[in-house]
């Protein structure tokens, strides 16, 4: 008799963001005339950059010239590719990562959610509370992350790192060493960044415990701080230890044509074992490559005139994020991130849970936000904005939560 993959029956209700866009919905059915401002998901609303779009034409009509037409890509992605990401995004930062420890694919969400695919389903796996909802559920539906408590909300396998405003919005060393730690900065929904250092703290602590950290890397073009690491490869011993994900997503608006890598160093050995072999396999046999024409069009953003292209986008949303950090501010609401990150997370008022102070904005202000409650535990009574909105809808979504 079929039986189906019971993990699958322990995941949570749906989705997060389909919640939300049901209770939008619901919103909009009662009242048609209201003029929603949606600053909820983090999608990126700005239009391609024109010298990708010409990139984009110019790909699409190699492919229809029998000269230049591409079937296959290579199975780590095109070298044009993975030789502008290893020169731009690591050795000019001082990181070596070579060309061939870069993996092509159509995103981080894919990558962050099926690397733990080559690790044991007995080992224990660390996640900072609130959280990018992904890594929690691959491990669910992996059968990694044990029974889930409503009690609680939390799985019993799952070692969770609260971070919360006491602790600045960072994780602490748990006591229970695990064996993969997932982090994420800058920090999706908290918009909170780990310095060089701190990082480097757990790099060190990952090397010393047999640790792998797992490390989701997509906001780093959002950084504007110094000190602030843009790769986990720029510490020290790094390459011993941990896995990169990078995502062309938010860094260039690739949401709709979907490109990442992930980067697995050579000398990553787990019990004997390269891991960077088993992701290879797994890559090749699961996978079968990012379409040439997108990967050609993510090579421009290395180009001198892509890259001034995406960073006039990225700062546009970055001025969107200061607007929202400053005015929340004035409005007397405690705010953080929105700094190196697209995210604004901001604590509710009168002590609201996060889903009634949604239902507060929805209602009052006609704006979309999502309840950090919906990210973990930890995210209860706070909120997280993001960037992303036109500048008109985010000036209108501040200006009327001002006016509340
Ligand atoms: C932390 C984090 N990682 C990964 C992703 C997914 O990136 P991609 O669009 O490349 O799949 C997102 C998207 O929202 C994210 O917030």
Redesign the pocket.
């Known amino acids: 008799m079929v039986k189906v993959n019971d993990n699958y029956l322990k995941l949570q209700g749906s989705y997060l963001f389909s919640n939300i866009a049901k209770k939008v919905n619901g919103y909009v059915e009662a009242h048609p005339e209201a003029k929603i401002v949606r600053l909820g998901i ?1 999608d990126v609303t700005q239009p391609i950059a024109p010298e990708i779009i010409n990139t984009l034409h110019e790909a699409v009509d190699e492919m229809g010239n029998a000269d230049t037409f591409k079937g296959y890509a290579p199975d780590l992605g095109y070298e044009f590719l993975r030789n502008a990401i290893s020169d731009y995004d690591y050795k000019k930062r001082g990181c070596s990562i070579d060309p061939d420890e870069i993996f092509v694919s159509d ?4 990558d ?1 959610g099926n690397i733990q695919e080559i690790f044991s389903v007995e080992n224990r796996i660390a996640v900072c509370d609130p959280v ?1 909802p992904v890594y929690v559920d691959s491990n669910v539906m992996a059968g990694r992350a044990g029974d889930y408590d409503k009690s609680t909300e939390k799985y019993s396998s799952v070692i969770y790192m609260p971070c919360k405003e006491e602790n600045g919005f960072m994780p602490e060393f748990p006591t229970e060493v695990p064996d993969l730690i997932y982090l ?1 900065f800058p920090n ?1 929904p908290t918009g909170a960044v780990m310095t060089k250092d701190k990082l480097q703290e757990w790099v060190d602590y990952a090397n010393k415990n047999g640790s792998i950290i797992l490390y ?1 890397s ?1 906001y780093e073009a959002f950084i504007s701080e110094d000190n602030v690491p843009h790769s986990i490869f720029e510490c020290e011993g790094a390459r011993t230890c941990a896995i990169e994900f990078r ?1 062309f ?1 938010k860094t260039a608006g690739f ?1 709709g044509l979907r490109l ?1 890598y992930t980067v697995i160093p050579k000398d990553l050995v787990v019990d004997g074992v390269k891991l960077w072999d088993l992701w290879a396999r797994r890559h090749g046999t699961k996978y079968n490559g990012a379409p040439y024409i997108i990967q050609k069009a993510g090579a421009t953003i290395y180009t001198p005139e892509g890259r001034k292209q995406i960073e006039q986008q990225i700062a546009y949303y970055m001025e969107n994020a200061k607007y929202i950090y400053n005015g929340l501010k004035e409005a007397g609401y405690s705010v953080s991130g929105g700094v190196n990150a697209p995210y604004i997370w901001l604590k509710t008022p009168d002590n609201m849970t996060s889903w009634e102070f949604f239902d507060y904005l929805l209602e009052k202000a006609n704006v979309v936000g999502t309840p950090g409650s919906g990210f973990g535990p930890s995210g209860e009574h706070f909120f997280r904005l993001t960037a992303f909105g036109s500048r008109e809808n985010t000036i209108e979504a501040v200006d009327r939560i001002k006016n509340l």
């Open positions: 983090g995103g981080a969400k894919c962050c990018y994420c999706n989701d997509a995502s997503s949401t990442g």
